[in-house]
């Protein structure tokens, strides 16, 4: 299966699956962060779809999914993929088609929230710090990476079932490989867990944002409760 031929494939998660748990990542920050202006409501901020399957994007979710987020008549929206743009009657918006591994000079500091939604799962091992180093540089100060990620209790062999189900590269890490890979440029904030899938929130390394202790016996935001 090609990527054009993948992108077809209309049995794919929504976005908006996640809303529930993206409110509650947010409203979690935001307490814990008070004395920082994250994602201020009265303020327009610019939000980027960082790699994106068309069927998880479609029109009418993504704009619930945006405006549950943040609801600002002069919010900008960037979708960022390395093989396809589209359009979306969003009021600010704009499609970029760009390598998530490289610099794009163009968004520097530009981006309050980026949201991946399972892109790293297809990032290889040898490319997956230069997303971090991407990130590092459009990121505004205080701005926020959402991650969702495929959980597995056996990585590898999920890795090979995915790929071979999917006929593209699969690559399904545990939360602790995800936050050494990007650690040199982006620090973890929040991280929750979900039966089939992880939930990450990362901050520039340089972030004014609180960083999340990862260790065995830290608590993170289960949602399955």
Known sequence: MSWKEYYRDVNVEPML???VQIQKALTRIKLVNSEVPVLPENNPITLMLAGYH??????????????CIHEHPEDRLVMVDQNHTT???FPKSSSIQADLTQHLPNLDGSIDLSIMHYTLDFIPDSAI??????????LSPSGLLISVNDYSPLPFLSSLIGSLVNRVPIFVRPTADIVYELSPYLKLIFWGSGRFS???VFARADSPLYEYPLSEDSICLDFDD
């Open 87 to 89: 359009q979306t009657r």
């Open 54 to 67: 068309p069927g998880a994007t479609n029109e009418t979710n993504l704009l619930e999914l945006l405006n």
């Open 17 to 19: 699956a996640h809303k």
């Open 129 to 138: 710090a230069n997303v971090g180093l991407s990130a590092s540089h459009y």
């Open 198 to 200: 992880n939930f990450h």
